[in-house]
Each structure stands twice: as structure tokens, then as C-alpha cells.
């Protein structure tokens, strides 16, 4: 909870975002079943929906920076086990923190009061002082510096906390966060495994290899940091994932071959490794979380927001957003990133995409099939307010002012560029515009048709206010969004829009729920009355036909359960709704959890497979402590151990 003074004329608003249903939870709970109303469809048997966000061990939100990025990673799950002779799907909750580095140092020094690393809002704060900045990277490298030191229960070797998303590759069901490697968990209890680098992961058996993400030297620690949203093939299997760093070229490009694959598709018979290839083109360190994966090319997008530790020198913050910059995209063949073509367009922020396909026309000389274009969806910011918002900061003015023609309302919104490849002397985006007028985040689509056309997108929006007034506090969605893109991409084509500014659909969120028509290609299932969601996610049905034939899942939770005084009621609860995604009407099952689940960031939905065939695990990491041992207990070491509480007291 939140801490609250006594006296209201002291009292300060709480942080948005470490408040309400935004406040962390402190309990874990193994897999316990549940009470659900409605009929759970039998294509969740034997699978589990995991949902990843930060939760920070403490929530002292007064006196401190703190980010809704921040927090240690919490894994929050519902498996789905088919028990008894008649087949009863019975769901089961579970929420576990993931043991990364830094969360066991953390609990095994309760000295330290505040997170160990510094808050994503003391980097991005114009008012943070370079002596504060300074000062808080120094207090981290000294904890991370006395953990490998004797007395220490855990050595931070890596200082990711895996808080951000999750995705299964090669039997690993992996969390994510662009600090650091994935990390593997178990399902359906969630355990945390160890760190996977791309060639082998802590605590399977025999887990040799070789360097994999990173390489080897003194710079491998920050190239081993990796995109909180790696891709997997559908088709080919193969994992694709980049990496962001502080020093030239800044990115570097991998891809983890399908399980017992010698080598990859469509590369030779000698290419069974493919880490650390450098994108040539990017100019400075970027704060890049997203990209853009197709059957044949990869898209890395080169933004104007910095994640730059030389800023500093330049009296500017770590983070800082450059409005009368260019947004650049970088489009290559997906083994040759040496062959990047960028395309350069007005500023803007994008955090995640939602697909990218290729578009190939029939050349009769050769015969053959030939890329000519790129397409991409991405859910496209028209500024960086979200960045500062999420640590409750008010975004800054910009330095340059932003010409006349190139200023845009505050929005996000589901765009579609596509990125001509046909001419060899000039990069061309043909198109770029807006699908439609209404907020839309979180983005996500059936898995079988990623990478490829796909019909539908499915995501969060807002119905009760603009996705600029909602920045002026915790944004919470509360309107489950399904678009046909496709009949909105070909509207475009047939009558396109204003470039960059336009939208196909100008409609807003009441004119479409208001909407009559069966054909509509936006529908959206609006929340009850004080309920919000979070990121939907689809599985399909087994024997439908259709692309949309299947379920939404989504943890919801109703505000109702909320004090005057903004804060959760003791017992607060959240939900799991199943939603019929071909209607977006119809809820078919309601799942009653024993807890509430924060608002977070990206789930993913394992199948009956995934969870079957999991890779061997040797051992899991624990919050144990170890033995001491007896000669611990000697004069020398009590004075050590002494001298060392007094060192984290001071930094605590």
C-alpha cells in the first residue's frame, strides 16, 4: 500500500502508478484452483495464460522516483487442467516472482530498502540533477560490487528483472526485459529456471555451449541485452531477437535456430551459429523496445528517443525525446543485416508492433517471386508523454520547436506503413497512415498468422476520454479492441488518407459501439462500469475455420473495490474473462481469482504442447538461504559481516 500521512494538509498524491490496482502485491500463491462461472472452452485444456510485470518488493511511493517500468518481474498465470473421468476443465492460479539477480540479493540484504537500481524516472526526470544521476549509477555499482563479495547470499551478475513479456522457443518458456538475456521459467508453476544466452541455459543438464547472446569481452555484459519482444517463426521455428547497447554500432541482431536444426532456412549448410551480427546505420544509443519480423525481413526501428549514458556530458537526461528529429527504419534481408535500407519519416515514438508481412509480385523473366515491399503494423505515439507519465512526470518542452505542419494531437494509434522495396536508388514509405481514429495499444494476433497478411488485430483501448487526457494519469484500459485490418488496409489503398496525419476510420469509440452493421471491421467489447482489462490475448479454437475463430483472454478487475482514498480494498480481487473473439460480444467464462493481479505489461498463452514438451530441468533457483558455515562464526567474520551491514546501510 501506499504510505499515507495522517495529517492531509502533509499528504501527496500517490504515485499513479504505484497506486489503486497499479500498487504491487507482496503475496505468492502456488497453483490453487479456482471457482469460475459460464463453460470454459475444451481448446484451454492443458494450456496456461502467463501474464509478466514489474512489482517492486517495496512500495514506499513517497520520497522516491519510481516508473511503471520499474519493479521485479511477477509471473501471474491460470493453467488449465483437465481432471476426472468426464473431462472437467478445472483452472488453477498461480503468481511467483522471478529469482533474477537482483530480486534474491535484494530479499537476502534487508538492509537495502529501496530498489537496487535506479528508477527509469531518475533517467528520464529533466529535473534530475547529473550529481543525482551520477550519485544513484554509483550506489548500483557498489551493491553489485559488494554482492560478489564474501557475506553475500547472490552475486548480480546480470541486473535484468525480467518484468516485461514472456514467449516459448525450443521447449523454454522465457521472460523477457531488454537489461539483460531471458531468463527461463517453469510451467504451469512458474519456478524460475536460470539465464538462456541462446546456446544454453542455467539449471538443465548438461548446459554447456558456448557464448551465444553477447560473445565474448569486456563489452559482451551490455550486447547480451535483448529486445523485451523477440519473434518466433511460425513456419521455420527460428527465434529472432536484437540487442540494443550503449557503443558502436549500438545493435546487433541475432537469430536461435529451431530445435535440432543444423542450420538455418535459407542459409548454407555452413551457418549453424547467427549471434551478434552488427545493423550498420544507427547513429547514437536508443531506448529501442519493439521491431518488426516478416518471412523474409526484419525491421529496426532507429527513433528519436535516446537511452543514452552520454547525455549526461551533454546536460540533457539518460532518456530524452527529440520531437524535431526523424524516426528512421531500418528494412534488411532477415540473414544479411548488412544490407539495411533506411527510411526516414516525421518523429515519433512506437513500443510495440503488431505485425509485418511481405508483399511479392511474379517476375515472368526469372519466374520467381520478388519482395516488393515491406508492410508493417505498429502502434504509433505522436510523442514520448508516456514515457514521462508512466514515472508521473509531466513531459518536458522540447528544445526545438516542432515546425507548424509537423504537429500532431497527442495520440497512439494503430498504423500501417509500407516500405517500398522496388527501386534500388531511393527509399520510399508508400504508405503510412492510420487505420483508425481511436487509441489503440497492446496489440496482438493469432500466432498461426503472424508474419504473414493476417486479418485481424486484436488490443486495448479507451472509450470514456482521449488517449491524450488519459496521459494526465495511470492509463487504464477499458474497451477490448478487434480490427480487419485488411479491409481497412484496402480502403487506404483505395482512398488514401492524409500521410502520417489521416485515418481510414475516423470514427470515434461511441460511434462504433453505436455501430449496426454485421460487416463493421472495427468491433469493440466495452468493460461494464468502473471494470478495466489488460492486454488481450487469442487462442484458437482447434476445429474453427476461421482466422478469428477462438478466445480472448484478459485479466480484468473492478473498480468498485477501491477506497476513497484510491487504494485497494483488503481482499480485492481480479478476474480472468474468456471472450469470444468472432462476436467481441459474448463472455463465455468468468474465472474468480484469490487475488487481484496489478495492472501489467504482456502475456502469452502456452499450449497443451508447449507445456508438454518442455526441455529437461535439472534445478530451479531458489530464495533458500544456504548453510553457514562454522567457521563463519569467527571473530574475523563477525567483524566483516559488521563492517558490511554498516556499507549497506549507508547505500540503503
Same mark, same amino acid.
Given at each position: 500500500?501506499?504510505?499515507?500521512?495522517?495529517?492531509?494538509?502533509?499528504?501527496?498524491?500517490?504515485?499513479?502508478?504505484?497506486?489503486?490496482?497499479?500498487?504491487?502485491?507482496? &503475496?505468492?500463491?502456488?497453483?490453487?484452483?479456482?471457482?469460475?462461472?459460464?463453460?470454459?472452452?475444451?481448446?484451454?485444456?492443458?494450456?496456461?495464460?502467463?501474464?509478466?510485470?514489474?512489482?517492486?518488493?517495496?512500495?514506499?511511493?513517497?520520497?522516491?522516483?519510481?516508473?511503471?517500468?520499474?519493479?521485479?518481474?511477477?509471473?501471474?498465470?491460470?493453467?488449465?487442467?483437465?481432471?476426472?473421468?468426464?473431462?472437467?476443465?478445472?483452472?488453477?492460479?498461480?503468481?511467483?516472482?522471478?529469482?533474477?539477480?537482483?530480486?534474491?540479493?535484494?530479499?537476502?540484504?534487508?538492509?537495502?530498502?529501496?530498489?537496487?537500481?535506479?528508477?527509469?524516472?531518475?533517467?528520464?526526470?529533466?529535473?534530475?540533477?547529473?550529481?543525482?544521476?551520477?550519485?544513484?549509477?554509483?550506489?548500483?555499482?557498489?551493491?553489485?560490487?559488494?554482492?560478489?563479495?564474501?557475506?553475500?547470499?547472490?552475486?548480480?551478475?546480470?541486473?535484468?528483472?525480467?518484468?516485461?513479456?514472456?514467449?516459448?522457443?525450443?521447449?523454454?518458456?522465457?521472460?523477457?526485459?531488454?537489461?539483460?538475456?531471458?531468463?527461463?521459467?517453469?510451467?504451469?508453476?512458474?519456478?524460475?529456471?536460470?539465464?538462456?544466452?541462446?546456446?544454453?541455459?542455467?539449471?538443465?543438464?548438461?548446459?554447456?555451449?558456448?557464448?551465444?547472446?553477447?560473445?565474448?569481452?569486456?563489452?559482451?555484459?551490455?550486447?547480451?541485452?535483448?529486445?523485451? &519482444?523477440?519473434?518466433?517463426?511460425?513456419?521455420?521455428?527460428?527465434?529472432?531477437?536484437?540487442?540494443?547497447?550503449?557503443?558502436?554500432?549500438?545493435?546487433?541482431?541475432?537469430?536461435?535456430?529451431?530445435?535440432?536444426?543444423?542450420?538455418?532456412?535459407?542459409?548454407?549448410?555452413?551457418?549453424?551459429?547467427?549471434?551478434?551480427?552488427?545493423?550498420?546505420?544507427?547513429?547514437?544509443?536508443?531506448?529501442?523496445?519493439?521491431?518488426?519480423?516478416?518471412?523474409?525481413?526484419?525491421?529496426?526501428?532507429?527513433?528519436?528517443?535516446?537511452?543514452?549514458?552520454?547525455?549526461?556530458?551533454?546536460?540533457?537526461?539518460?532518456?530524452?525525446?527529440?520531437?524535431?528529429?526523424?524516426?528512421?527504419?531500418?528494412?534488411?534481408?532477415?540473414?544479411?543485416?548488412?544490407?539495411?535500407?533506411?527510411?526516414?519519416?516525421?518523429?515519433?515514438?512506437?513500443?510495440?508492433?503488431?505485425?509485418?508481412?511481405?508483399?511479392?509480385?511474379?517476375?515472368?523473366?526469372?519466374?520467381?517471386?520478388?519482395?516488393?515491399?515491406?508492410?508493417?503494423?505498429?502502434?504509433?505515439?505522436?510523442?514520448?508523454?508516456?514515457?514521462?507519465?508512466?514515472?508521473?512526470?509531466?513531459?518536458?518542452?522540447?528544445?526545438?520547436?516542432?515546425?507548424?505542419?509537423?504537429?500532431?494531437?497527442?495520440?497512439?494509434?494503430?498504423?500501417?506503413?509500407?516500405?517500398?522495396?522496388?527501386?534500388?536508388?531511393?527509399?520510399?514509405?508508400?504508405?503510412?497512415?492510420?487505420?483508425?481514429?481511436?487509441?489503440?495499444?497492446?496489440?496482438?494476433?493469432?500466432?498461426?498468422?503472424?508474419?504473414?497478411?493476417?486479418?485481424?488485430?486484436?488490443?486495448?483501448?479507451?472509450?470514456?476520454?482521449?488517449?491524450?487526457?488519459?496521459?494526465?494519469?495511470?492509463?487504464?484500459?477499458?474497451?477490448?479492441?478487434?480490427?480487419?485490418?485488411?479491409?481497412?488496409?484496402?480502403?487506404?489503398?483505395?482512398?488514401?488518407?492524409?500521410?502520417?496525419?489521416?485515418?481510414?476510420?475516423?470514427?470515434?469509440?461511441?460511434?462504433?459501439?453505436?455501430?449496426?452493421?454485421?460487416?463493421?471491421?472495427?468491433?469493440?467489447?466495452?468493460?461494464?462500469?468502473?471494470?478495466?482489462?489488460?492486454?488481450?490475448?487469442?487462442?484458437?479454437?482447434?476445429?474453427?475455420?476461421?482466422?478469428?475463430?477462438?478466445?480472448?483472454?484478459?485479466?480484468?478487475?473492478?473498480?468498485?473495490?477501491?477506497?476513497?482514498?484510491?487504494?485497494?480494498?483488503?481482499?480485492?480481487?481480479?478476474?480472468?474473462?474468456?471472450?469470444?473473439?468472432?462476436?467481441?460480444?459474448?463472455?463465455?467464462?468468468?474465472?474468480?481469482?484469490?487475488?487481484?493481479?496489478?495492472?501489467?505489461?504482456?502475456?502469452?498463452?502456452?499450449?497443451?504442447?508447449?507445456?508438454?514438451?518442455?526441455?529437461?530441468?535439472?534445478?530451479?533457483?531458489?530464495?533458500?538461504?544456504?548453510?553457514?558455515?562454522?567457521?563463519?562464526?569467527?571473530?574475523?567474520?563477525?567483524?566483516?559481516?559488521?563492517?558490511?551491514?554498516?556499507?549497506?546501510?549507508?547505500?540503503?
Amino acid at each position: 500500500m501506499t504510505k499515507i500521512t495522517n495529517d492531509p494538509s502533509e499528504r501527496k498524491p500517490p504515485h499513479p502508478y504505484l497506486s489503486g490496482n497499479f500498487a504491487p502485491i507482496q &503475496h505468492v500463491q502456488p497453483l490453487i484452483a479456482c471457482p469460475y462461472t459460464g463453460t470454459i472452452p475444451l481448446d484451454l485444456a492443458g494450456g496456461e495464460y502467463v501474464r509478466n510485470g514489474g512489482n517492486p518488493l517495496a512500495n514506499e511511493s513517497l520520497g522516491r522516483d519510481a516508473h511503471w517500468f520499474d519493479g521485479d518481474g511477477m509471473l501471474t498465470g491460470v493453467a488449465f487442467r483437465l481432471v476426472g473421468e468426464k473431462g472437467i476443465i478445472r483452472p488453477e492460479f498461480v503468481n511467483q516472482y522471478i529469482l533474477t539477480d537482483v530480486y534474491l540479493s535484494t530479499i537476502t540484504s534487508p538492509a537495502i530498502s529501496t530498489p537496487l537500481l535506479p528508477s527509469i524516472a531518475t533517467l528520464v526526470n529533466p529535473l534530475s540533477s547529473l550529481l543525482t544521476i551520477n550519485l544513484r549509477i554509483i550506489r548500483t555499482l557498489l551493491l553489485v560490487f559488494l554482492s560478489h563479495l564474501p557475506g553475500s547470499e547472490q552475486a548480480i551478475k546480470k541486473i535484468s528483472v525480467a518484468n516485461t513479456a514472456l514467449v516459448y522457443h525450443n521447449g523454454r518458456a522465457l521472460a523477457t526485459c531488454e537489461s539483460g538475456p531471458p531468463m527461463r521459467v517453469a510451467l504451469p508453476g512458474l519456478e524460475t529456471v536460470g539465464w538462456y544466452n541462446g546456446e544454453m541455459c542455467e539449471g538443465e543438464p548438461c548446459a554447456v555451449g558456448g557464448p551465444g547472446f553477447g560473445g565474448e569481452g569486456l563489452s559482451s555484459f551490455f550486447r547480451e541485452w535483448t529486445t523485451a &519482444h523477440p519473434r518466433v517463426d511460425p513456419d521455420t521455428k527460428e527465434l529472432l531477437l536484437f540487442h540494443s547497447t550503449f557503443v558502436p554500432p549500438y545493435v546487433h541482431y541475432s537469430i536461435v535456430r529451431p530445435l535440432d536444426a543444423k542450420t538455418f532456412v535459407g542459409k548454407s549448410p555452413s551457418s549453424g551459429k547467427f549471434y551478434n551480427a552488427a545493423v550498420p546505420g544507427i547513429r547514437s544509443a536508443k531506448m529501442m523496445h519493439d521491431f518488426g519480423v516478416s518471412k523474409a525481413h526484419t525491421v529496426i526501428m532507429d527513433l528519436p528517443l535516446s537511452l543514452d549514458p552520454l547525455n549526461l556530458a551533454r546536460n540533457k537526461p539518460v532518456v530524452a525525446y527529440d520531437p524535431s528529429a526523424r524516426s528512421r527504419f531500418g528494412v534488411f534481408p532477415r540473414y544479411r543485416p548488412e544490407k539495411v535500407r533506411w527510411f526516414e519519416t516525421r518523429a515519433c515514438c512506437i513500443f510495440h508492433t503488431a505485425n509485418t508481412w511481405d508483399s511479392a509480385v511474379f517476375d515472368t523473366v526469372s519466374g520467381k517471386e520478388n519482395v516488393e515491399s515491406v508492410n508493417m503494423l505498429a502502434c504509433r505515439l505522436t510523442s514520448a508523454s508516456l514515457v514521462f507519465s508512466a514515472g508521473a512526470l509531466a513531459a518536458p518542452v522540447p528544445a526545438t520547436a516542432v515546425p507548424d505542419h509537423e504537429r500532431e494531437e497527442e495520440q497512439c494509434r494503430l498504423y500501417y506503413y509500407n516500405f517500398h522495396l522496388d527501386s534500388s536508388k531511393q527509399n520510399v514509405i508508400r504508405d503510412q497512415w492510420a487505420l483508425s481514429a481511436i487509441p489503440f495499444e497492446f496489440p496482438s494476433l493469432r500466432d498461426s498468422a503472424s508474419m504473414s497478411p493476417a486479418k485481424y488485430i486484436y488490443g486495448c483501448s479507451v472509450s470514456d476520454t482521449s488517449f491524450g487526457a488519459a496521459l494526465g494519469r495511470a492509463v487504464k484500459m477499458n474497451a477490448l479492441v478487434k480490427m480487419d485490418v485488411e479491409v481497412l488496409i484496402e480502403r487506404g489503398k483505395l482512398d488514401p488518407p492524409t500521410t502520417i496525419s489521416g485515418c481510414v476510420d475516423t470514427r470515434n469509440v461511441d460511434e462504433i459501439l453505436t455501430s449496426k452493421h454485421m460487416d463493421d471491421p472495427i468491433k469493440i467489447f466495452k468493460m461494464p462500469d468502473g471494470w478495466y482489462a489488460q492486454e488481450p490475448r487469442f487462442v484458437a479454437r482447434q476445429d474453427g475455420v476461421a482466422e478469428d475463430d477462438g478466445w480472448l483472454l484478459s485479466y480484468v478487475f473492478d473498480e468498485r473495490q477501491l477506497q476513497e482514498d484510491g487504494e485497494c480494498m483488503p481482499g480485492a480481487k481480479s478476474e480472468l474473462w474468456i471472450i469470444d473473439a468472432k462476436s467481441m460480444s459474448e463472455v463465455v467464462a468468468k474465472i474468480q481469482l484469490p487475488q487481484r493481479v496489478p495492472y501489467g505489461l504482456h502475456g502469452n498463452w502456452f499450449s497443451k504442447e508447449d507445456v508438454s514438451s518442455q526441455r529437461p530441468i535439472e534445478r530451479l533457483r531458489s530464495t533458500l538461504r544456504r548453510d553457514k558455515e562454522e567457521s563463519r562464526s569467527s571473530l574475523l567474520w563477525r567483524t566483516w559481516m559488521a563492517v558490511r551491514r554498516i556499507v549497506e546501510i549507508s547505500l540503503a
